[in-house]
């Protein structure tokens, strides 16, 4: 079983978002960067488990500067196999998932792994561009993936519920909660992790979209407290006022 | 050059998702100066789909076959590709479905994707289309570089108008073969007569001041009597005093319902990140201090067990003389 998993790293969730250059960069000074938590919690570690049982590799890929190895080696310290790096900064997600797709579409992988989103720009949507691209099944949202007998079988979101279904592999899989648990590299792994092997190569450049400009949300007026014995009050301010009920 | 406009249907009923992705995909079309048409693949019933007129679409070409009843996003991508062809603009709900299927049409299409837009596109000069990001606490104005284009909106993002008019619905073929759908569908597990919490319009939500599973009654009583859904944040759902399908957050769903309703729950960052986008958002906490108050509109420092009942008295009362 040979499985890719692309890793993004993203700003840490607690990190001030501001932007430079007249609202066009995102600020990155002070910014604390982490795998990103759908990577490395679900897809990754879901992959090494399948790799455990089933016997295999696990390869990670990433998109981004030669800063981004200490991200990549993380995810060797909690035991992928090996890395790719694509050496370019990451653009729009057409691009990544074009790049991806270029480095995987001759290697035999049986399963390509994503996160369900980045949590910097929420996404969704590198799965279904690789899978596009690769032309195999994909199946998003999933919360749960099991594989046997060259099928791989999925628990897979939809509207108030969740349905199973059966592709054959390979495949492309979005994993999100439920699918695995985190995993924190040992020691061990974090010794390995250094000499385990890194293969860099050039980017495509081709992007569909960009970003012009960012802007902050509206700032919230300050919170309307309620005296708890009136919730009368409450009920009429939420349909007079916020005319929501 | 027309718009076109993704729809399905659930239980022959035309998915509210699909509503605004039509009023969308006609508001679009109007900014052009062309028409909207909408694509339907499999079951629908064909009063609903000629009811998208109200919403602004022309034409519904719709194509019946039964295979389509079983999602499989590379088929329902060929299907719209094709049907799309002599289209600029390709406009889906960022629904469960369409986080599946947009990304293969945007590559199918070499169609630039907006994947979660949150408002109608700019047209004048570029083209370029607002969304979310990170976690909702930026906006980011995308622009599309390619002539074609595919716009994802996120659910409950803009309230739909309703005005005369019935779509021609025209029966088609979107070309596709048995060999396109790849997918088996097993089993199906949906909670019956409970409303999906990303489609929900009003959410009650709680967390660990709850104190324990036994407590939900009073939460799932006021849900139902608003017709609400119930929601609940990550600890809750990690200790399994509540089901991971209601765990809203970073890690859980996002949701931008028109009312959520906080009770019990600190306001942690990740919990904010998939609720901020809510209209308006109730907090009740006994601790004034809970950062949740900071991304409130309305508060309430008080015990959730006796706050709870109380809202439900005064909700019942509400209804009972607005009717």
């Known amino acids: ?245 | 050059m027309s718009v076109i406009a993704y729809i399905e249907s659930n239980n022959n009923r035309v998915k509210k998702t699909s509503l605004e992705a039509a009023y969308y995909a006609a508001q679009t079309a109007k900014l052009l100066g062309t028409e909207a048409i909408a694509v339907a693949l499999g079951t629908h019933d064909a009063a609903e789909l000629a009811a998208l007129g109200q919403l602004g679409i022309t034409k519904v070409l719709h194509d019946a076959n039964a295979r389509f009843d079983s999602f499989d996003s590379g088929a329902v991508c060929k299907a719209i590709a094709t049907l799309a062809a002599n289209s600029s603009v390709v406009v889906l709900s960022y629904n469960q479905n369409g986080k599946a299927i947009a990304p293969r049409v945007s590559v199918r299409m070499k169609a630039g994707l907006i994947p979660g837009a949150t408002a109608l596109p700019e047209t004048n000069g570029d083209f370029v289309v607002s969304k979310n990001v990170f976690s909702g606490k930026a906006i980011a104005h995308y622009q599309i570089k390619t002539d074609k284009k595919v716009i994802a909106i996120t659910p409950n993002s803009l309230q739909i108008v309703r005005g005369e008019g019935s779509a021609a619905v025209e029966a088609v073929s979107s070309g596709v073969s048995d060999a396109d759908f790849v997918t088996v569908i097993k089993s199906e597990e949906k909670a019956s007569g409970k409303i999906a919490l990303t489609e929900a319009e009003l959410v009650v939500s709680a967390g660990r001041g709850l104190k324990g599973p036994e407590n939900w009654g009073m939460i799932e009583e006021l849900a139902n009597l608003m017709g609400a859904a119930t929601a609940c944040s990550r600890p809750v759902a990690d200790v399994h005093w509540r089901p991971h399908e209601e765990h809203v957050g970073q890690t859980g769903f996002t949701i931008r319902p028109n009312l959520y309703i906080a009770v019990g729950i600190s306001g942690a960052i990740q919990h904010l990140a998939g609720v901020n986008g809510s209209k308006t958002i109730v907090v009740v906490n006994t601790d004034p201090e809970a950062p949740f108050f900071k991304a409130a509109d309305y508060g309430v420092v008080g015990d959730a067990f006796t706050v709870v009942p109380k809202l439900i008295e005064s909700y019942k009362k509400f209804k009972a003389s607005s009717h």
């Open chain 1, 1 to 245: 079983m040979k499985i890719l998993v692309p890793v993004s790293k993203v700003p840490d969730t607690t990190s001030k978002v501001a932007f430079t250059e007249g609202n066009t960069k995102f600020a990155t000074d002070n910014v604390t960067y982490i795998l990103n938590p759908t990577d490395e919690w679900y897809s990754l570690v879901r992959a090494l488990e399948i790799v455990e049982k089933e016997g295999g590799s696990v390869t990670v890929i990433h998109q981004g500067e030669a800063d981004s190895e200490q991200f990549i080696r993380k995810a060797l310290a909690i035991g992928a196999n090996d890395a790719v790096r694509i050496d370019a900064a990451a653009t729009d997600g057409y691009n990544v998932a074009l790049n991806i797709a270029e480095y995987a579409k001759d290697k035999g992988f049986d399963l390509v792994i994503t996160g369900k989103e980045t949590i910097d720009y929420n996404g969704f949507q590198i799965g279904g561009m690789i899978a596009e691209m690769l032309n195999v099944p994909y199946v998003s949202l999933a919360s749960s993936l099991e594989v046997a007998g060259g099928k791989a079988t999925v628990s897979r979101d939809i509207e108030g519920g969740k349905e199973i279904v059966e592709v054959s592999l390979p495949c492309v899989i979005s994993a999100q909660k439920g699918m695995a648990e985190q995993r924190i590299p040992n020691m061990k792994g974090i010794m390995s992790a250094r000499t385990k092997p890194l293969a860099v190569v050039p980017a495509l450049t081709e992007t569909l979209t960009s970003i012009k400009v960012y802007d902050l949300p509206a700032a919230k007026t300050a919170v309307k407290l309620i005296d708890p014995e009136n919730m009368d009050e409450l009920i009429n301010l939420l349909h007079v006022e916020a005319k929501v009920i």
